[in-house]
Each structure stands twice: as structure tokens, then as C-alpha cells.
């Protein structure tokens, strides 16, 4: 079952202090099967690919939501070499990405 998994990463972290941001609202309509607004998915595509901590979760104040079951891995050709992005999708990943894109391929 698809499942996004929150927890501390540092010893600062605690999972009380972070309800009610955007990325446990999002966590939470993920793991009861409320579907997410394109705005939402936009966020979750942004906040993944603009973190330096981890490849496919959002950290916020000590505790890392890792969304790994939700998003799909691309590799994408812009300006003639390739990069590789976790996404929830082609739009969102498209609307995240800047400037003229080649070509996008998903990996399964």
C-alpha cells in the first residue's frame, strides 16, 4: 500500500510541530486517498527537486516526508544534456522546469 512516511531525521525533529503545514496537509490527503489540487502537486514536485537533503522527500524543521511511492522518476534533455528529476507527474515536472526542454522519459 502506498504510504507517505514522516519522521525526524535530526534530533531536533518532532512530528507534533509540524502539523498543519503544507507538506503534512499534503502527506495526510495522500494517505487517505483525497486527491491533491494541481497547486498542491506543483508544490510537492518544487519542494522535492529544490531540497539538498533528499531525492525524493520534502524536509521541513527536523522531520522528512518522504513521498517515494507517490512520485515518479524522469530523466530530462534540456539545452543537450540530461537530468534527472522526481516528479508527481509530466505536467508538474514541466511547469517546475525553466527554459526549452528536449525531451522527457519517464523510468520505471
Not at 8 to 21: I, L, S
Not at 60 to 70: A, E, P, Q, Y
Not at 72 to 79: A, D, P, W
Amino acid at each position: 500500500m502506498k504510504e507517505v512516511k514522516i519522521y525526524p531525521f535530526t534530533e531536533n525533529g518532532d512530528v507534533e510541530r509540524v502539523k498543519g503545514t503544507k507538506p503534512f496537509i499534503i502527506a495526510d490527503k495522500l494517505n487517505n486517498g483525497v486527491k491533491l489540487t494541481d497547486s498542491e502537486k506543483e508544490y510537492l514536485t518544487r519542494s522535492v527537486n529544490d531540497n539538498s537533503y533528499f531525492k525524493d522527500s520534502v524536509p521541513l524543521m527536523g522531520v522528512r516526508f518522504n513521498f517515494s511511492d507517490f512520485l515518479k522518476t524522469f530523466v530530462v534533455k534540456q539545452h543537450g544534456s540530461w537530468h534527472e528529476y522526481k516528479a508527481y507527474n509530466k505536467s508538474t515536472l514541466r511547469a517546475f522546469i525553466y527554459g526549452r526542454i528536449e525531451k522527457i522519459i519517464e523510468i520505471e
